[in-house]
Every structure is written in structure tokens, then in C-alpha cells.
């Protein structure tokens, strides 16, 4: 059996420790804190391991699709915050 979201206005965390490259996130309903894995690790905790590593992280995409004839396209994109 499913049970509820544990959501507590008044007593929420959502706690980052990029030296573990982790997160703890308790009593926020809101869906962007639900998805962690996505939005935090991938941007925040990786913000981290890039100045780490020499790389730099960032919320945008570029993808080269090839067609099955060889032609290749790109794809540009930005995600910026709360767009769902």
C-alpha cells in the first residue's frame, strides 16, 4: 500500500553534500524536490564534481541526430528554472 508524501510546510529540508555527492530532501511536496536524481544531482552536486574534474555543468542540451540516410541534425535547448 502506497502511503502519503511526507509533506511538512513548517518542517522541511533539503540538504546537499557535494562531497558525498548526495541529497536528503524531507517534507517538501513540491515535484522538482520529489525528482532529485534529475534536477539536483544533475546540476548542483554536478556543478561540483566539474570544478573537481575541469569540466563545467549547466542546465542545457545539444544533440546531433543522424538520420538512417547519414544526414545529421542538431538540437539546441535551454531548461531554465521552474519550467517544468
Not at 27 to 41: I, M, T, V
Request: with cysteine; proline share 6%; glycine share 12%.
Amino acid at each position: 500500500k502506497d502511503v502519503a508524501w511526507p509533506c511538512n510546510p513548517k518542517n522541511k529540508y533539503i540538504v546537499h553534500f557535494p562531497e558525498e555527492q548526495s541529497i536528503v530532501s524531507y517534507g517538501s511536496g513540491y515535484g522538482g524536490n520529489a525528482l532529485l536524481g534529475k534536477k539536483c544531482f544533475a546540476l548542483r552536486i554536478a556543478s561540483t564534481i566539474g570544478r573537481e574534474e575541469g569540466w563545467l555543468a549547466e542546465h542545457m542540451l545539444i544533440v546531433g541526430i543522424t538520420s538512417p540516410e547519414g544526414v545529421k541534425k542538431y538540437i539546441c535547448a535551454a531548461f531554465p528554472s521552474a519550467c517544468g
